[in-house]
């Protein structure tokens, strides 16, 4: 779906500012304005980012932690790494930083290392004798996207704790292991413990 979304914005902006018949370039003050603002956002998101990490690194730290790696590269598909990770007492944690895509999508995980995302909408009916529209209670649910995640397994150890870090939780996750949805504190397929920013304060100033 991503790719269909990049192809026709890319058609779309070659139809309005890519020269015809080896001419000039069109509507360049357009170009340089759209050019601009999606730079702005970029760099906004990306100083968000950078603040977030500090901040869980000011958080280790104050709690005793020694941070041994801080990557301020956002997550990317193959990355490999963490972005922080802190040792204290022989006691290693190392967080994976990431965005959710949209709190009221599913995070559901087949494994430590893919997250397939669904959404979940009511039907609702209009019914031929009535205005208002009826709300059916079957629930569709429509996969949208996957995340992907990597965790190295020689550091599954005892002496290891591994936390998927969000900003704020999405509005459900969940996996093959448990019934019921992951919370704060909880650990994906019994290996990674899932923490928003709040909760992992909460925690790390708790242990």
Not at 85 to 111: G, L, M, P, Q
Not at 171 to 197: A, P, R
Request: proline fraction near 3%.
């Amino acid at each position: 779906m991503e790719f269909i979304i990049y192809a026709i914005v890319l058609i779309v902006a070659g139809g309005l500012f890519l020269p015809k018949y080896g001419g000039e370039a069109r509507n360049v003050p357009i170009f340089v304005i759209i050019a601009s603002v999606i730079a702005i956002l970029i760099l906004v998101k990306l100083l968000k980012y950078v603040l977030l990490v500090f901040k869980v690194k000011k958080l280790l730290t104050k709690n005793g932690y020694t941070v041994t790696q801080t990557r301020l590269v956002p997550k990317l598909k193959n990355s490999k790494c963490y972005h922080i990770s802190a040792t204290r007492n022989e006691k290693t944690v190392n967080v994976y930083i990431t965005k959710r895509r949209n709190s009221h999508v599913t995070y559901h995980f087949e494994t430590e290392n893919k997250a397939e995302l669904y959404k979940h909408t009511h039907l609702a009916i209009k019914p031929e004798v009535r205005q208002a529209y009826i709300v059916s209670p079957h629930v569709e649910r429509r996969k949208t996207g996957e995340e992907y995640f990597f965790w190295n397994k020689e550091d599954f150890s005892e002496n290891t704790e591994n936390i998927l870090l969000f900003k704020k939780l999405p509005n459900n996750v969940t996996d093959t292991v448990h019934q019921s949805s992951l919370g704060n504190g909880d650990k994906i397929l019994d290996k990674v413990s899932l923490y928003s920013i709040d909760g992992f304060q909460k925690y790390i100033s708790d242990c």
